[in-house]
């Protein structure tokens, strides 16, 4: 059964960077498409970015657009999340998931499955 675990969070200041890791065990990561996901405090979880299978197709939601870059290592079983110019408003629980394929080629899914434990990003100064 394919499972995932979320690391990389952390505290860091209005303005740095983080870059998340999403590790895949128990099957291979590089047919499913994932999705990163963010729960702030006080607030439901949000699909934030989703990429394909083989990396080709990529979205975002606005509020992350240009900010963050999801990518993938399908040799080492990882996606990736790659987060700059970071906000106090980007404060949360980070989850990374297997999405389905037809909802991430049209947008970003707003629910996932084989969710990992999570990752806690706090911005503040």
């Known amino acids: 059964q394919l499972q995932l675990a979320e690391s990389g969070g952390g505290l860091v200041e209005p303005g740095g960077s983080l870059r998340l890791s999403c590790k895949a065990s128990g099957l291979r990561l590089d047919s499913s498409y994932v999705g990163w996901f963010r729960q702030a405090p006080g607030k439901g979880r949000e699909g934030l970015a989703c990429?394909?299978?083989?990396?080709?197709?990529?979205n975002y939601v606005d509020s992350v657009k240009g900010r963050f870059t999801i990518s993938r290592d399908n040799g080492k079983n990882t996606v990736y999340l790659q987060m700059d110019s970071l906000r106090p408003e980007d404060t949360g629980i980070y989850y990374c998931?297997?999405?389905?394929?037809?909802?991430?080629?049209?947008?970003?899914?707003?629910?996932?499955?084989?969710w990992g434990q999570g990752t806690r990003v706090n911005v503040s100064s």
């Open positions: 998931g297997k999405v389905l394929s037809a909802l991430c080629r049209a947008s970003v899914p707003g629910t996932a499955s084989n």
């Open positions: 990429i394909s299978s083989r990396g080709d197709i990529r």
